[in-house]
């Protein structure tokens, strides 16, 4: 690869992981999803997140706090929704 295609090759990963990033997916999601849908060699995206991470530290210090967030909101209805499936289960035997 010459000097421009390369370069422009980094910048389709980047736009990708941006595309990523819009779906709210994490480093090894992006990485799977490069590598399957747009046959990207996991190095090349890894190498890439990491520089953008370098690049963006607030950014994305600020993004997996987010994440971890939505995470434990999620768990938290989840366990809510199986507590009140469990007692909606136990009223109707009871009945």
Do not use: P
């Given at each position: 690869m010459g000097g421009d295609s390369s370069a422009s090759y980094i910048h389709m990963v980047h736009h990708l992981?941006?595309?990523?990033?819009?779906?709210?997916?994490?480093?090894?999601?992006?990485?799977?999803?490069?590598?399957?849908?747009?046959?990207i060699k996991p190095v090349i995206t890894s190498t890439v997140w990491n520089e953008l991470e370098k690049e963006?530290?607030?950014?994305?210090?600020?993004?997996?706090?987010?994440r971890d967030q939505r995470?434990?909101?999620?768990?938290?209805r989840q366990r809510i929704q199986s507590r009140l499936k469990a007692s909606m289960r136990e009223t109707i035997d009871k009945n």
């Open positions: 992981i941006e595309e990523c990033l819009i779906f709210n997916m994490s480093k090894e999601e992006c990485i799977e999803a490069l590598s399957k849908h747009a046959n963006n530290k607030e950014f994305f210090e600020a993004y997996t706090r987010g995470a434990t909101e999620i768990e938290k």
